[in-house]
């Protein structure tokens, strides 16, 4: 009987630069361009090293999602412990290179199975999240009808988010900024202006659809293993 095929191990340096490989030529090209050779290629890696750390290219979709959506939950949680939770999560929630990576791995599971089930549990997880964070917002400022749920509050704030961004990477942007106005001005009336000024910084008055220079990767892992 054959021995199972040796698997990389998991915080190994070139796993991790395949990782973020895999993750740039997402945002930037989609998932129809990560392939093992352009993955490879992109990390300066061997081919073979693709399948030496993930047996199959849906366990490399699987880590880039399982990483990203860590990342977002440890953010939510620092929303949480913000001053201002709310602006915390519209800020993330407008970020085009996470909102880039959100829309690919959505269409990509339409495919993967395994890969839909684990959007629809971190999603749990996120909208949890987001509904503490209006329920603490709300309880601190009174300011918004109390006959509407914390949790509407929460889909309503995502939902927006999600239409503008989506709408930004086909270059339609009709109605955005006028959305944006209202979105910020109930944020402001909760939470007062954003401590950090960062209110309507995150694109330009005519920007193009998003292209690669206006993506940023999530921040890599650090790894000292071969």
Not at 195 to 203: E, V
Request: aromatic share 8%.
């Amino acid at each position: 009987m054959a021995s199972p095929r040796r698997i990389g191990a998991p915080d190994a340096k070139n796993r991790t630069a395949l990782v973020d490989a895999a993750e740039q030529l997402m945002i930037e090209e989609g998932y129809a361009a990560v392939t093992s050779r352009r993955v490879a290629e992109r990390a300066g890696l061997k081919p073979q090293l693709v399948h030496y750390y993930f047996r199959t290219m849906d366990d490399l979709f699987l880590e880039v999602f399982r990483r990203y959506a860590d990342q977002g939950i440890e953010a939510h949680r620092q929303a949480l412990e913000s001053p201002q939770p709310l602006w915390a999560l519209w800020r993330f929630g407008i970020n085009p290179a996470a909102s880039r990576l959100t829309m690919e791995m959505a269409a990509l599971a339409n495919h993967r199975k395994e890969l839909r089930t684990e959007i629809a549990r971190y999603a749990e997880v996120f909208r949890e999240q987001q509904r503490e964070a209006f329920v603490t917002a709300l309880q601190r400022h009174r300011v918004l009808p109390d006959e509407v749920p914390p949790i509407v509050w929460s889909i309503l704030l995502t939902g927006v988010s999600t239409v503008v961004m989506m709408g930004e990477a086909l270059g339609v942007t009709a109605g955005h900024a006028e959305t944006l106005e209202v979105v910020e001005r109930y944020l402001t009336l909760m939470e007062g202006e954003p401590a950090d000024g960062s209110a309507h910084q995150w694109r330009n008055e005519h920007s193009a659809p998003l292209a690669p220079e206006f993506c940023e990767t999530t921040t890599p892992s650090t790894a000292s293993t071969q």
